[in-house]
């Protein structure tokens, strides 16, 4: 009585294994027939751009052309801050000093700023030294002589740590308080005019890049629209033998994302051709500046996200249109 279930627990695992093997091998079947449905409709829509390529090729342009603007001008933005960044580091704040202090107050004062965590570095002019500075740079060395006494006070000159307008405030204010102190100034202050010219100017290249974007949508959506009245014959037959419309749907997505790519990545070349054009003439103009400033390029993120987005748009005009078009085309 015992061998009986010994017989059928050893056979049970091979009835479950070989149920098992059947439902894999179904399913690999099926994720094959998958790939190979969308292969053979990524190919049909490749032999549609190969066969029409003046229509498919204005539309990539203008996608091209569409994107290139606001990434041209973002990535004009990104060189700019880094150029920015460079004139920050010579950002220096001036301390003139009370006239009556002599100059052991001054090194005093300059050493107890020193302590400050936000400045890196402090150095202290004596009215003396101003004085024979202004006659070597300003040039009216001649003019001073004629002065009976030193009309220029001792200075400080501070280099902060963090040179943003948002970090330099608070400091330039606590500076001002100082009883040895009768003015702080920061010799970049325009530095701050800047900042908000270029916030102005990130907000606007986001703005265009929206709008733009929605021309594209509607650039890749009329395109789309042609095609499906062009095929509308096709696709009448195609659902009276039993086509969904997902099925139906399908080429017109693969035709906007591949006019998406072209695009984009026309994009990124007419992008990286200015970029190399420009590079020439801003390396002169640096040079003339003592400066080794190059102009920056897109960089590999900045590349795969607006080939990305691209690619995105052309699914989404594609998909809006079609989705609209095909539920109103119905067999007669």
Known sequence: MNSEPRHNYRHKPEHVVSHMEVNKTRVEGRVKIYFQRHLQVLMSCLGQLYRAPISNLLTVLVIAISLSLPA???VALDNARSLIVGWDD????????DPSLTHSDGERVKEQLLGWRELSSARYLSAQQSLL???????????????????LPAVIVLTPRDSTPDAVAPLLERLQQLPEVDLAQLDLEWLGKIYAMMNVAE???????VLLAIAVLLIVGNTVRVSIQQRRTEIEVCKLVGGTNSFIRRPFLYMGIIQGAVGGMLAIILVSSALFLLNGPVVQLSTLYQSNFELLGMGFLFSLLLLLSSMMLGWLGSLFTVSYYIREIEPS
Do not use: H, M, Q
């Open 72 to 74: 041209l001008l973002l």
């Open 90 to 97: 010579n950002a220096e704040i001036s301390l003139f000093l």
């Open 133 to 151: 500075d202004f006659k070597a740079y300003s040039g009216f060395g001649e003019v001073l002589e004629l002065l009976d006494e030193n009309p």
């Open 203 to 209: 907000r606007a290249a986001w703005v265009l890049g």
